[in-house]
């Protein structure tokens, strides 16, 4: 809710009765006095909070307590004994905080305790004597971070626990007595434990990291009961020379760490038995010989440097290189063609390796020849034959230049603009954006699954025909956006963001980075982008099949409306018998695809999939991330549909980036989305509203999303009869007012009535009407929101 402060006495702790309270993801920075009097409390979540004090022993008086959540404040200081009054606890989070004590022996007390994490704090000392066997129904133990000392028999009699992060402490003991049968993901990280890794019981983990550490001996020496086992770091021990292991036996690995292990030997073929794989880390080792073929397409992150490997690194896996996010090959005996390679690549991930690119002739073919003068005849012949053809190319040019004069001139037009001083000026139907770049090629875009690729923003300007209208495919409240192919085909829609941001260059970088680090099946991903002088450009992945608002209302190919990145201009002047036998002939064009997806729109079970996957994106923004991303003009427009017609919402995050005193229709929201709390009397935006922008105010632009996709109908300036032919000047008040009256049947769109259950798409209108209710608070969250859509699930027929 974007509260901040102290919480004021005489509030919230007149409430005794309170059993759950969520104060969660605010700014609140001090608790009243009399909170602690809230003594029926059985849930208390204060995470994600500046909350800066000593917890006090009052705490003491929730003994009722079941779920207590301080993580991510500031609290300080020593945990209260008085926490063992919490007989009742079974949830305590303390994650992120500054506690700074010992663990207190009133903590034995709460015996019910399933999850318990004390983690990135500074908690020194030892545990409680009993800690192992005071807890029988524990699943879950963090404590993970801070300086905690103690032995392997603390955790030994946790015979319930499933999870287990004791990583970056000061534990020692035998590696061995840690695990239970029971135990599924198991971080011993970063302490002193040692023993024998092979006699440990694994035979139900998932996860497994005990690097740096002292363990020794050899690794597991059976490996078939393995087949759960997804992620293993055993780097950084004292383990005995030995061979690689049979690692075929863990066919669902997905992070395999052996880094600083004592490594002899080859690698083995069986490597490419793990068609999971995401990162390999063998660097640090005494590995010999070639480097076997790693098939697998999901491997992201792949070390080998410093061993003593030798020959040639497979073509195949050059190829797969530029596409991963991290590798090294340094510090070994190497060989490769190193001119698909930048300079600062080989020198940080090819150090000491030898350039095996061929040559033009091959030297053994002149070796064969009887006769020296043979080898002058073949570089004559050479040389004649490319006068000739260096003379042919000049004649064509200058032969051609005559009929292409107006071809050439764009070209060299362009070409110029690359190489000479800006700034660069382009100019759409409504506006004119400049950016400030004196040398084009020399602007780097930064593009987030393919770093190697070095774009620059001349890559810009050819992919979009230096911006060219041809290649404009809508304005949007942002700015434009331009359809693109960068080079290697990469489909693009290029967002320029025209208007001022308060940002720095860095702040946007690293917002505009941290927002394509966001994925989620239902959101466009920002795929990279450019920093053009003041201009931010965002690039996305290109939506094969639009955007809902022109599908839903069945515009012509014709008409494009905001934010639609669909249809090209070009596309209306091309001759019509070549765009149906293109149609034809290439199977996924534009004009199949929205035939296909408009026939689909008529039905409730499509329309149902949509607004369940535009909230399911919502949901992860305000829900999945810390701090929650408030969206700010959610609208049909934003939603996209893609290659696989699933919806993804789109311009999540970029309202940020004009900066927080953004106080324009802007940060409120589109015509027709905009909440009641932000509109004057008259219906315009008011932008001095008291009332701040939360997750609520997306809750409503979704609302009207549901009630466009069950009525068909503009939010705005259409028609909305009801059986006493009154006159409502949206959709919202139209629909809300036939709910009211139990007449929701009335609003459905013809077009869908008949493909499913009435009721449901009545329960449907409900839930429209409960997230554009006029007041914030009486909206539902995403998260609820998705719940009761699922609830609502059509069957398939």
């Known amino acids: 809710m974007g509260l901040s402060g102290s919480i004021p006495d005489n509030t919230i702790g007149k409430l005794t009765k309170l059993q759950s309270l969520d104060l969660s993801s605010n700014q609140i920075t001090n608790l009243p006095n009399d909170f602690w009097s809230l003594g029926s409390l059985k849930t208390l979540n204060l995470s994600n909070n500046t909350i800066s004090m000593n917890l006090p022993s009052n705490i003491g008086n929730f003994g009722s307590l079941e779920k207590l959540d301080l993580s991510f404040n500031n609290f300080f200081g020593s945990l209260p004994e008085s926490i063992s009054s919490l007989i009742s606890l079974q949830v305590l989070n303390l994650n992120r905080n500054g506690f700074d004590s010992t663990v207190p022996l009133g903590i034995l007390a709460c015996r019910s305790l399933i999850s318990l994490d004390f983690s990135s704090n500074s908690f020194n000392g030892s545990l409680p004597d009993g800690f192992s066997s005071s807890f029988p129904k524990l699943k879950s133990l963090n404590l993970a971070g801070n300086e905690m000392k103690g032995k392997d028999s603390d955790f030994s009699k946790l015979e319930s626990l499933k999870y287990l992060n004791i990583s970056k402490n000061l534990f020692q003991g035998s590696v061995v007595e840690i695990f239970q049968e029971s135990l599924e993901v198991v971080d011993l990280s970063s302490n002193h434990f040692e ?25 597991f020496s059976n490996l078939s009961e393995t087949h759960n086992l997804k992620h293993l770091n055993l780097a950084n021990n004292r383990f005995s020379k030995q061979n690689f292991l049979k690692i075929d036996q863990i066919p669902s690995l997905e992070y395999l760490n052996l880094s600083h292990t004592n490594l002899i030997g080859g690698i ?12 390999l880390d063998l660097s640090s080792n005494h590995l010999t010989g070639k480097i076997p073929l790693l098939t697998s397409k999901t491997l992201q992150n792949l070390d080998l440097s410093f061993n003593n490997l030798t020959g040639e690194i497979p073509i195949s896996l050059l190829r797969k290189l530029p596409w991963m996010e991290r590798f090294n090959f340094s510090y070994n005996n190497l060989t490769l063609c190193d001119a698909q390679f930048s300079l600062e690549t080989l020198h940080s991930a090819f150090i000491g390796s030898s350039n095996s690119c061929p040559i033009a002739a091959n030297p053994n073919l002149l070796k064969t020849k009887t006769h020296t003068h043979k080898g002058l005849e073949l570089a004559l ?7 000739v053809l260096l003379g042919a190319l000049l004649f064509c040019a200058f032969g051609c230049r005559k009929k292409t004069q107006m071809w050439a001139v764009k070209q060299d037009s362009y070409k110029e603009e690359q190489v000479i001083s800006g700034p660069f000026s382009f100019q759409t139907d409504s506006t004119t954006w400049v950016a400030d770049v004196k040398v084009a090629n020399l602007v780097p875009v930064v593009i987030f699954e393919k770093p190697l690729l070095n774009f620059t923003f001349s890559d810009l300007l050819s992919a979009t025909s ?13 700015g434009p956006v331009y359809r693109g192919f960068l080079p290697g085909g990469i489909h693009v829609a290029v967002k320029v963001l025209v208007l001022g941001s308060t940002m720095t260059d860095q702040e946007a970088a690293r917002e505009l980075e941290y927002l394509g680090r966001i994925k989620h099946p239902n ?7 450019c920093l053009a002088g003041e201009k931010r450009i965002a690039i996305y992945d290109y939506m094969e099949n639009g955007n809902l608002h022109n599908l839903l209302h069945d515009l012509p190919l014709g008409i494009q409306t905001t934010d639609d990145w669909r249809f090209d201009t070009w596309q209306a002047e091309a ?17 199949i695809q929205h035939t296909g997806s408009g026939d689909l ?13 535009t909230a399911r994106a919502l949901a992860f923004l305000h829900h999945g991330c810390s701090p929650p991303i408030i969206h700010r003009d959610v609208k049909a427009s934003s939603v996209y549909l893609d290659l696989n017609l699933e919806p993804r919402l789109s311009d999540f995050g970029l309202a940020k980036i004009f900066g927080n005193d953004l106080q324009d229709e802007m940060a409120r929201g589109s015509f027709g989305y905009v909440p009641p709390e932000f509109l004057n009397q008259d219906g315009s935006s008011n932008s001095s509203s008291p009332y701040v922008i939360t997750p609520k105010s997306d809750v409503y632009g979704f609302g009207v999303i549901l009630l466009e996709l069950i009525s068909g109908k503009n939010p705005v300036e259409d028609e909305y009869p009801d059986e006493n032919n009154s006159k409502d000047s949206n959709l919202v008040s139209w629909v809300r007012g036939l709910v009211r009256k139990n007449c929701g049947f009335l609003a459905i769109d013809p077009k869908i009535h008949n493909t499913g259950i009435e009721a449901q798409m ?36």
């Not at 005990?210 to 690794?219: A, I």
């Not at 230096?466 to 942002?478: H, K, P, V, Y």
């Not at 729109?601 to 996957?613: D, E, S, V, Y």
């Not at 554009?772 to 398939?796: F, Y």
């Open 195 to 219: 023993g024998l890794i092979s006699q440990v019981n694994f035979s139900s983990l998932v996860y497994l990291d005990v690097s740096d550490n002292e363990v020794s001996g050899e690794f």
């Open 575 to 591: 001759d019509e018998n070549n765009s149906i036998s293109n149609s034809i002939t290439n199977g996924n064009s534009i004009g």
């Open 762 to 797: 009545v329960e449907a209108l409900k839930i429209g009407y409960l997230c554009t209710a006029d007041l914030p608070a009486k909206r539902p969250s995403m998260q609820q929101v998705v719940g009761l859509l699922k609830d609502l699930e059509p069957v398939m027929n």
């Open 268 to 279: 083995g073929d069986q490597i490419s038995m793990l068609t999971h794989l995401k990162t």
């Open 466 to 478: 230096n911006f060219d209208r041809g290649t404009l495919l809508a304005e949007g409240r942002f």
């Open 523 to 529: 959101l466009v991903p920002l795929t990279g982008y």
């Open 381 to 387: 012949a050479l040389t004649i034959s490319l006068i």
């Open 601 to 613: 729109l008529a039905t409730w079970q499509f329309r149902h999939k949509i607004a369940l996957g």
